[in-house]
């Protein structure tokens, strides 16, 4: 089955404590993206990437960090947290986004940052 | 800011088509009209997609109008599954990303 998964589901950390989460696709997609959800501001892009090492900030970057060493996992790091980084994340992965930017959704990550 | 404008929420009897609307009348040429799903707290889903004519797929129809100011999904035969935030949404070809705005709510009612 295609999909787009992540992990975890749902996360409780503490501000300053390094935490990755993990995004995964078995579609051999080439594009992949990481956002947030937040109540009142809709979904908003963190970072894309296009392609293996190749990585570019969305809308809202700050804070994170993500890698793209292999094609199927496109991680998000967070190295400092802090409260306002405590959203619902989505990843996201196309084959091709010039046509339909975000094909498939993971099912999330709810990250809670105290 | 989204470019499009949705109503905040419907209801549609099961069984019933589902008729979203969208306005976008500052759609420009090169832009496509997007739609996605969202149910409660899960990854949003991708519908449908038109540029001018009318599109359908095995989920929905896109209605299009001819001046492309405004456009419909379109959902034959809703069911309780289909209760969800509908997300209009306006973009070029490329790598923009997308802007979900407040969306539709459908609930669909037994």
């Given at each position: 089955e295609a999909q787009v998964t992540q992990n975890p589901r749902y996360l409780i950390t503490v501000t300053g404590k390094k935490l990755t989460v993990t995004c995964s696709q078995?579609?051999?997609?080439e594009y992949m993206s990481w956002y947030r959800q937040d109540p009142g501001l809709g979904l908003r892009q963190i970072y894309y990437s296009m392609n293996v090492e190749v990585t570019d900030k969305g809308d809202v970057p700050e804070g994170y960090k993500v890698s793209r060493k292999e094609k199927r996992n496109f991680p998000l790091i967070l190295e400092s947290p802090s409260p306002n980084q405590t959203s619902l994340y989505f990843c996201a992965s196309s084959a091709r986004p010039e046509v339909v930017p975000e094909a498939f959704f993971g099912q999330g990550t709810r990250l809670t940052v105290v | 800011d989204a470019k499009t404008t949705q109503p905040t929420s419907m209801d549609c009897a099961e069984g019933r088509a589902a008729n979203l609307p969208c306005n976008h009348?500052?759609?420009?040429?090169n832009e496509y009209v997007y739609w996605y799903r969202q149910i409660h707290s899960q990854g949003p889903q991708y519908i449908i997609h038109g540029l001018k004519n009318n599109e359908t797929n095995e989920m929905a129809s896109l209605i299009i109008t001819e001046d492309r100011k405004s456009s419909t999904l379109i959902l034959p035969h809703a069911t309780l599954r289909d209760t969800a935030v509908y997300y209009c949404i306006v973009r070029n070809s490329g790598n923009t990303p997308l802007v979900f705005g407040k969306g539709t709510r459908l609930s669909v009612i037994a």
């Open positions: 078995n579609m051999n997609h | 009348s500052t759609i420009s040429g």
